[in-house]
C-alpha cells in the first residue's frame, strides 16, 4: 500500500559516523552479493565499511521545526562499494547494504514497513559511546555477538598494509570511502534489487583517523574478516534519503550463499 505513495524525503542531523573498513577476498563478498550486482574490486579484493551512528532527530524533511521531536537511534549499516549494477555500470558513488541495524524497534519497524530500500535489523543490544574514546558493542537478536569495538581517536593518518594496493594514501582512502550518492539493496519480501538516493555532503577537512581494537563475530569472520580495521570518525554531517525505487528484473528470489564454513 505504502508503494502507491510518495517517498518523503527523510532528513537527520547525524553524528559522530565511525567508518571501519577492511579488505576482503572478492568471491566472499560475492556471497552476500545479490545477482546483478558488481562489486569494485582491486587484485581479487573488495572494501567491506561498517558504519556506526547516531541519528540527529530522524524522520520526514516536511515536519521542518517539528523534526526535533523525533527521536535519534543508532544506526549501522555494513556495505560494499558498488561498480555496476543489471551489467551497466554506476554513474554515481553507490553502496550495497548487506545489514541495517537499528537500537529503535520503532524505526526498524518502520524500515520494514515504509522502506524497500533500508530493511533493517533489531539487535538485542547495540551499544555506542563516541568522544574521543569510542566503544560500541553489537549483540543480534539471537544473543550472538556481531562486533565489538574499543578505539582513541587519533592524529596518526596512517594506511594499513591491506589497502596500500587499493589506494595510494590515507587521504585517498577517506575521499572515496565517504562517497555515497546511491544505495542499493535486496529486499527480504521482493524478488528484485530496491535503490535510493542519499544525500551526505561529508566535509573531509573534518575527518579525524581512528586507531580502533576489534572483536569479529561469526558472520564477520566468515566474510574474511580479520586484523586492525582503516578507521576513522566523522563529527556530524546533514544526511538525507531524497528517493527511492524498485529496479526491475535485477534478479530472482536472492538468498545469500552460506560463507565459508557455516552451516
Not at 545477482?35 to 574490486?41: A, F, I, K, R, T
Not at 555494513?78 to 529503535?104: D, E
Request: proline fraction near 9%; charged fraction near 15%.
Amino acid at each position: 500500500m505504502l508503494a502507491f505513495l510518495p517517498f518523503p524525503v527523510l532528513e537527520s542531523d547525524v553524528r559522530d559516523v565511525l567508518y571501519l573498513n577492511w579488505v576482503v577476498p572478492t568471491p566472499l563478498a560475492q556471497r552476500v552479493s545479490p545477482p546483478g550486482v558488481s562489486l569494485e574490486e582491486v587484485h581479487g579484493q573488495s572494501v567491506f565499511t561498517v558504519l556506526i551512528y547516531r541519528h540527529g532527530n530522524f524522520g520526514p524533511r516536511f515536519l521542518g521545526p517539528l523534526r526535533r521531536l523525533l527521536p535519534s537511534p543508532l544506526q549501522s549499516n555494513w556495505r560494499f562499494y558498488v561498480a555496476g549494477i543489471n551489467q551497466s555500470p554506476v554513474t554515481q558513488p553507490t553502496v550495497l547494504f548487506v545489514r541495517n541495524f537499528f537500537n529503535s524497534a520503532l524505526y526498524a519497524v518502520g524500515t520494514r514497513l515504509g522502506s524497500d530500500a533500508l530493511p533493517s535489523e533489531l539487535p538485542e543490544r547495540f551499544t555506542y559511546t563516541s568522544g574521543s574514546n569510542l566503544s560500541s558493542e553489537l549483540v543480534d537478536c539471537n544473543g550472538h555477538l556481531q562486533l565489538k569495538i574499543n578505539a582513541v581517536v587519533s592524529d596518526r593518518k596512517v594506511l594499513p598494509e591491506t589497502f596500500i594496493c587499493v589506494f595510494p594514501s590515507w587521504e585517498d582512502a577517506v575521499a572515496n570511502l565517504t562517497l555515497q550518492d546511491s544505495a542499493v539493496v535486496q529486499p527480504p519480501d521482493l524478488d528484485c534489487l530496491a535503490q535510493a538516493g542519499i544525500s551526505l555532503p561529508i566535509d573531509l577537512q573534518s575527518v579525524r583517523p581512528v586507531e580502533a581494537n576489534a572483536t569479529y563475530g561469526y558472520w564477520l569472520e566468515q566474510l574474511g574478516i580479520a586484523g586492525t580495521p582503516l578507521a576513522f570518525v566523522v563529527p556530524s554531517v546533514k544526511f538525507q534519503v531524497l528517493w527511492e525505487k524498485v529496479l526491475a528484473g535485477a534478479n530472482n528470489s536472492f538468498k545469500p550463499k552460506p560463507l565459508r564454513g557455516s552451516a
